[in-house]
Structures are given as C-alpha cells and as structure tokens.
C-alpha cells in the first residue's frame, strides 16, 4: 500500500505479504541469472520463501533494524533496495540492492540508491553509508562509484556463494561528502 | 518514508519512530478537543506514548491485523485513520479516524475514509467495512453516512469515555455496494 | 475438576485437556448440526484440535481475556459456554454458547446464559454483555429473547459460514437492567 | 468462579485475580504464625503480590504444571492447597498446604488433602504423591500421617526459613496403596 | 572449548553443538547397558536428539538452572556429570551422571564427582547436595556411599523406566561436613 | 568454572555471574584508559552491568552468536577477548580484545589471539578470521600485524566514541594462510 516515489518512473514499495507471489515470481524467472551474486536464490523455492523474507524485512523496519523495499518501474515489481543494516550506535547503514536483468543499463538502479541515500542522511541522520559488492561483480559496483563513493578496501573470502568464496569490496560515503555534492 | 498518495493534497503515511514527537504535539495542542470522543488522549501524557503508539501500529501492520497510517494534508502530519481491526476469518475491516480541528469542513477524511475503502474492497478483497462512531458525534457520522454506508444499528453504552459511557451507531457496506456506486 | 453449579441438574466446568476426547466425541456425532451455525466445526478434525481449543481458553481465562466453560448436565459435558471477549476498557462481555441437539428444547441454555450473567454483572462488574447470533437462527436468538435483552442491530455478511456470510443480530444487556429484573 | 467441592462446608476453588485481595488479607493477618514455616511470607507484602502469585499458578494449571487451589470452608478462603509440581514423567505429585491458624483442628485439612488424593489417583492417573513437611512442623506432618502415608526418609537442610535452614521429612503414597483404604 | 580440569586424566567440558555427533555414539553403542538406569536412552534416536539435548544444558548453564559437563578421560568423551538442578532458595544442588561400561571400576566417576561437590561447596556457595540412585543400581550407589554423603530415605516408585518403577535412595551432603573431611 | 589453557601462565574463562564483581572492578579501575579506545566503558557504572555483559556473552555462546571470555593471567581476570561476531554463512568470525593496561607489552594478548585463531580454524572450520581497529590505535593493530594478518582497507568515521567518529582498519587472515604458517 505505502510508497516512497523517487521519480516519475520509479518508486520504493514497502512489501506486504500480498507481494510475495509476484517477489517469488521475479526471482523464479531469473534464477541463473540472479544467483551469479546473491546467495540466497537456491533458498528460495516457494512463493512461502518470498512471503517469509517479506514478513521478515516488515520485522526488521519496525524494529528499525533494517528498510528493505520493493522496486517499482511504472508501478512493476523489479527488484529490491535498502538498508540491510542500521548500525545506530554508530550511525552506518550498509545497503543493498538487486534487479531483474531486464531493467539493467537505464540509470534505475542507481537513482533507487541515490534516494536511499539522501534519506539516510536527511531524515534518519546516519553518518556513513556503506556498500559491499564482489570484486567481480562489475554492474554491481557501478552504482557506488557513479555516486561518488570512496573504495575503502577490498576483504577477501567475506562471501559464501553456493560452492566458492568471493572477495567484497567496500565503498563509503559520509554525510559530509554527500552534502557537497 | 512510505506514503500512499490519495489525491494532490492528500496522503496517508505510514508513520515510524521519528514521526513520535510530531504526533504527540499534534495531540498535545487540541486535548479538549480531542478527549470529547476519543478515549486514549489522556493517557498520552509524553512523546515517548506517542512513540509507543506507533511501534504498537507498525506491529500490528507487520502481523496484518490493522492497518493505521497519519493523514498529510500538503505534507502536514494532520491526524490519522485506517483499520483499527482485520477479521480475516470473516473478511471484516473497522475503520477509525481522528482529525485536528482546524482542518475540518473541507472534506479531508471524506477523502481519505474513501481511499481507505476502494484499498480494502481492491486490494485485501475484504468483503465489509464497519465504522462505529458515537450517537452524539455528528461530524464523525457525516462520514460514513457522506460515503452511503447503511447505518445497521445502534449499539447502548459500548464504550467508555474517561467517566461516562457513549452509545455506538454502528455503519456497514458491502463489497458488492461499494462497487455500484 | 473445577466447577460451577447453575442449579441441581446443570453446572459449567473449566475445561481442562483431560476433557479434549469427550469435547472431540461431542462435535464428532452432530458434525451436520453444528455445522449450519458454527464456523469451527471443520476446523476440529481430531481430538488434538480440542485439546488445543482447551488449551486456547485456559489461557484467555488465565489472562483474563475470556471465560469458556463446558456445560455439565447432570455430569455428562452436553455443550460450551461462557464470554468470548471479555472488553475491560469499556467493560463489556460477549457471550457465546452451542449445546448437543438432543438437549435442546428444555430451557438448559437459557439457564447457563443466566447465571453467567448474574456473575458477569455481580462478581466480573461488567456494564455490557452482548449477544450476537444469525438472523435466520431462531434457537440461538431464543436466549436473548427470553431473557430481555434488547435487539440493538442487525450486522449484514458479518459472519463467514464454509461458503456463505450472514447477517448477526446484535442483542445488548445493561447492568443497570438486569438488577430492574 | 469455579469450584471443586469437597464436601458441605469445605471447598476448593480455582483463585483469580479478584481473590487477591482477600488471599492478602489473609496472609497479612496472620504474618508471624505463617513465617514460621512458610519462606513466602516476607517476599509477599501487597495484594499486588498476592494478585502476581495467582497468575502464577493460574499460569502452571493451564500448561499441568501445578494445582493450587483456595480452601473456601462455608464460603470463606481461609488458606490454599494443591499440588506445587505434577512430574508427569514419573507420575507423581506433590502436595502442600497452608491453613489460616483460627481454623486449625477441626480435620478441614485432612479433608481437604484426602480430596486432592483421590482426585490424583483417580482423574489424574498420577502413581504416587509426595507430601514434604518440617520436622519440627508437627500440625502439618498430622496430615500425611492421619491419611495412612508412608514416611520414608528425612533430608538434612532441605529448606531456608529467612536465617536458618530445615530438616523435611518426605512421605509417600502409592496409587495402589489408597486404593487398597 | 572450555573445560574444568580435575586431574591429569580427567576433565569436565562445557559441551557445545560440535560434540552432539560424539555425544550421541557414545550413547548410541551402549543402548541396553545404559537404558538399565537413565530414562532419556529411548528417545535419543538420532546426532540431533544429543545436539538438542547440549542446547538445552547451556541454556540451564546461561540461566544458572543447571550446570551438565561432559566427562573427558585422556581427552576422550566417555559420560556426563554435573548439577541437574541448581535450587538458590534452599541453595541446594543435585548431582547427576553416567559412564560408558567399559571406563568402570577405575574410580573415575568418584574423582569427577569429587570435584563437584568441592566446586559447588567452595565457589557456588552451595549448602547441601543431593544424590539420588536406584536402590537396585549399586554402581550408582557406590560414588555417595564412598564419598561419605548420609543416606536419608528411601522413596518408593519415584522414577519411571520405560515399563517399570524403581525405588530412589536419598543420599545427601552439607557443606559443614565436607569442610570437616 | 570452564577454562580453555592457552599456555602455562594464560587461559580463557567462560565467564559466568559470579565473575561480575571482579570484572567490573577491572574495568572500573582502568577506565580512563580503556574508554580512549572502547564505546562501553560510559555505559558500565555498577556490578550489575558486568553481569549483564556476562550473561548476554552467554546467551551468544548458547545460540553459537559468539563466544568471548575472560583472559586469565596466572589465574587473575585481566581482560576479555573471543569473537564478537560468528557468520556461519560466510564462516567468518571477527575477534575483539582488550586488557588492563598494567599488563600490556608481555605479548600476552597475541598469546590469546593466537589461541583463538587456532580454535577458530581448527575446531570451528571457519575460513577467514577478521580484526578491526581503530587507525590511531597503534597496541591494538599491533596484534593482527604481528600475527601476518593482511591490512585489507581503512573504513572511515566506522566506529562511534562519546563525542567523535574513529576510522577503522580492517585485518583478514584467511584458514589457508594459517595453516602455511
């Protein structure tokens, strides 16, 4: 029901259990391409999967632990964005963010996050914002270095994917850099 | 964060934490006004029940047993409405609202109680809304009685106001008539 | 092994999980009859389903959210009784009932509903109870009748029913009535 | 509310909170005869106390944890007993006990236990019920003795009394056995 | 990880959920020689029973309820010892163990047991501490027999095995006579 | 009562409520020292705080969240050090540490932190063990870099200290690398 509208195309949905077929349909329909970075499609085998994760990130913003939504593009479901983690004694919320393969390479990921990140740093006044990609993972890290984001290291292993370990690389962004862009 | 758009000046948004203390200043300037039929003013004594008051909400959202959300009026967090219960054994939904004095006689919650509707009849499919308001309430009447709802009966000391007991009328409409309209 | 007597033949008993294959057997043999204004009927499948029902009311009695009691007739467990909803804020009380159909027709109900009224008003300091029961059935709307209760209503589809909805028929009682008796 | 009846003057009855207050009286009334060997009494010093003690063992009858009753003799609660565990791996209960002193001697607690003892053995299919008294405690090891219990053992220190421990002697009764009287 | 060490052979572990696998083969090879005595053998069927049961005893551990250790002889798991219930309104705690068949006779459990008691007494601040054994099972009866504990009842029945009860013995221990040994 | 032997004169402790006093005497009398470079030193003002610490590390311990202990050097509590954090999906565990300062620059805590790697890679099969401190904090860096940790990145303005923001170096050492020492 609740949307947040970040322009005339797209919009975050905050995700409700009446989403869970059509979550569960997004990601049955891309599976081999989904699972190349995210760990968590195999675990996904029902639309009750979808619906659970779903009940999840509505137990997560509640408690303000996390905000998680949905993507919309003219009002269709295309993946998902947020704060995975709100690190509030120390200010840091850590995003993350997928979309079908379909809607790559028109700029829409990258508005989503630019959203997320002018609300995390004007309405939830979080201090640092941080994003994790696979080194590998090139589309991925893209969205954090159009924005401007710092790439502050690189740990290695820090992701389990079904059957090998990739390294992440991490970029930072703090309120004060955002603000003088 | 999340809204949901009901016309150009309208929104509801679903409130969180930081909307605690906007909320209880809401409260706190029209108490006398506020505690002549809504029964939980008194017992809203800081901005910290207010807080509680939406945790309370987001809960009750998260588990789909209601359904709350503030009225924005050009961004202006004005009052709030929505399901105060969800039967989903019986497909029921009960709405409630309160509004600040200063906004009435523009038809606002006329508005919002009809978008409230159209979401419940489209989206949940439930099957009927009851609005209960008290006898002596006119303005809270005109609502339902403005939106066609069938007035089903008249409920005798059904609720409890500080140090005396209201009567209750009670208002129905089904799916199938709101679809006629 | 708790009780309460109504008179020489008739007395509530808390129910307590040792009693969940008797209740079973009792819903199991009038499956056609109770069916027609319960909505529970299909829903108890086994024994165990009576015994989580058991353990259910235990809690709500334990937490003083509702008192269902098994009726004895001169013994033998014949039905249930008691209040559904106990509303402390407004203090009201909603008071349901079912009985075998082989005992129907000698006043037995009637009897049950009043004493849980004389101890609803006298012991619990209700102001309200209610009674709600469909329109088209005449036994269950037969209690209140007999015992003056007022007709305050009519809720329309208020009931879902296996595959259809009916209207209930709201009854309401005052404390300061039932003492004029 | 509900009752268990022992005979024409004693009964025993399920307390709720409204007993509270009377439960506390009691104690309070009667604080330096009680202290001598029940370790309860200083830690009980409101009705909120007492009212918080109820729900307790409300809370163990409803998940078979435990039966407390009240001792009502000619309507009047004078004291509890029941069963402060129910061992349902092993089949066995223990009882205990407390009386207000006025009522002493008169063989209501005899009664009262001898009560709970069939109800156990009968209803309950419990094998065997354990009774633990203070060796100094003459007037309550009467009772275990007067029903024809076996005493079989005394353990050392078993209990702390505010500022010294006690030697419990334990006695026991066999299904088998009471059937046999 | 953790261990106590009682003397250059023998040490008590704090089990953790990677020892479940080893738990349960050491249950598993002994089936009919420990069944004899210890009521939970039956229902150990798989690792995840043993597992099941270590989360438990940390639990007992984190909430100071209990306090089970695995035995290890020269690093190898051959039983568990430990406090099977930890009683600080009496400051009573009562000690329970077993052994593989084939580490008997070497005084092992004796040490272990030792060590217990002087832990319970000395850093616990325990007062008194209870064994109960069959009165059949003699191996059980030797560790509190040779370790000087009082022998203070016999209760008749009190435990369960499979499609029998057995007799306890009582033996017990306070802190004033181990301080004199 | 359960220690893991690091060496002659170092071990680690399972802390439990009994360790509360003394633990927070440690910290009490250092805290000018520790709260340069630790955020809970404010937030720890009586006894009743360390067993609270004490018993949240046991519930993470229980649940295999966690596993921090108390260092022990020739048998007096010096410090803590474990793993804050365990990731099972990405078999990772980040260790943290401090120590009274009277006992710095004897190479005890690489001891420790030694010890815990060990375990880590050996007994719980993770594959990458990581260290985060804060830039300017030369003693803490100096233990992964003694150790052949690889410096992975600096992640700015991570860590949150009363009244400033501290950068944060992040260590890895993945179970290959180790195993080559």
């Known amino acids: 029901?609740?949307?947040?509208?970040?322009?005339?195309?797209?919009?975050?949905?905050?995700?409700?259990?009446?989403?869970?077929?059509?979550?569960?349909q997004l990601t049955d329909n891309s599976r081999?391409?989904?699972?190349?970075?995210?760990?968590?499609?195999?675990?996904?085998?029902?639309?009750d999967d979808s619906k659970e994760f779903i009940r999840h990130i509505l137990k997560m913003y509640?408690?303000?632990?996390?905000?998680?939504?949905?993507?919309?593009?003219?009002?269709?479901?295309?993946?998902?964005?947020?704060?995975?983690?709100?690190?509030?004694?120390n200010n840091i919320g850590t995003i993350g963010y997928w979309m079908d393969q379909g809607f790559q390479g028109n700029g829409i990921m990258t508005r989503v996050v630019r959203a997320l990140i002018d609300y995390a740093f004007q309405e939830l006044k979080l201090n640092r914002i941080e994003i994790?990609?696979?080194?590998?993972?090139?589309?991925?890290?893209?969205?954090?270095?159009?924005?401007?984001?710092?790439?502050?290291?690189?740990?290695?292993?820090?992701?389990?994917?079904?059957?090998?370990?990739?390294?992440?690389v991490i970029y930072g962004m703090l309120a004060c850099e955002w603000e003088q862009n």
Do not use: C
């Open 32 to 47: 081999d391409y989904l699972r190349e970075w995210l760990p968590w499609v195999d675990g996904t085998k029902t639309a």
């Open 132 to 168: 994790r990609a696979a080194f590998e993972n090139r589309k991925s890290r893209a969205i954090p270095e159009r924005l401007g984001f710092t790439q502050e290291g690189k740990v290695r292993q820090a992701e389990w994917l079904y059957d090998h370990y990739v390294d992440l």
């Open 1 to 24: 029901m609740f949307i947040h509208e970040v322009d005339d195309d797209i919009a975050l949905k905050l995700l409700d259990e009446n989403d869970g077929e059509t979550l569960f």
């Open 62 to 89: 509640t408690e303000q632990k996390g905000l998680t939504a949905g993507i919309l593009f003219n009002g269709q479901l295309i993946g998902t964005a947020g704060f995975n983690t709100l690190d509030w004694s």
